[in-house]
Nanobody, 131 residues
């Protein structure tokens, strides 16, 4: 599967963005998906993940299913082979390149929150939050 992220840009502190990841060359419903980010000089870190079934986790609380309380929301549209990451109340520390990732070798309700859990990666999209 090939992944293409888009939708990044420049936004002010407190603003919002929605980035998208379009998958091609595979049936997206067979994949669990994730979003990660990497700032200059830092390691790639978890942002959000969604299972094949639609269960999700975010960095706000990676061990909770209550993603509605956080700033990040991940969703998937299998019909359009797209995964979205909605980011609200953005902060300068959210500035990074955002990458989407996919893995097929995972059970239906499971998600992975580490980069090594994913097999396919797209090129990233830059998100810059100005103070």
């Amino acid at each position: 599967v090939q992944l293409q992220a888009s939708g990044g840009g420049l936004v002010q502190t407190g603003g919002y963005l929605r980035v998208s990841c379009i998958a091609s060359g595979g049936t997206i419903e067979n994949y669990a998906m994730g979003w990660f980010r990497q700032a200059p000089g830092k390691e790639r870190e978890f942002v959000a993940a969604i299972s094949k079934s639609g269960d999700s986790r975010t960095r706000d609380d990676p061990y909770s299913t209550d993603s509605a309380k956080g700033r990040f929301t991940i969703s998937r549209d299998n019909r359009n082979s797209t995964v979205y990451l909605q980011m609200n109340n953005l902060k300068p520390e959210d500035t990074a390149v955002y990458y989407c990732a996919a893995t097929e070798a995972i059970t239906y309700h499971a998600v992975r929150i580490t980069p090594k859990g994913y097999d396919y990666w797209g090129l990233g999209t830059q998100v810059t939050v100005s103070s």
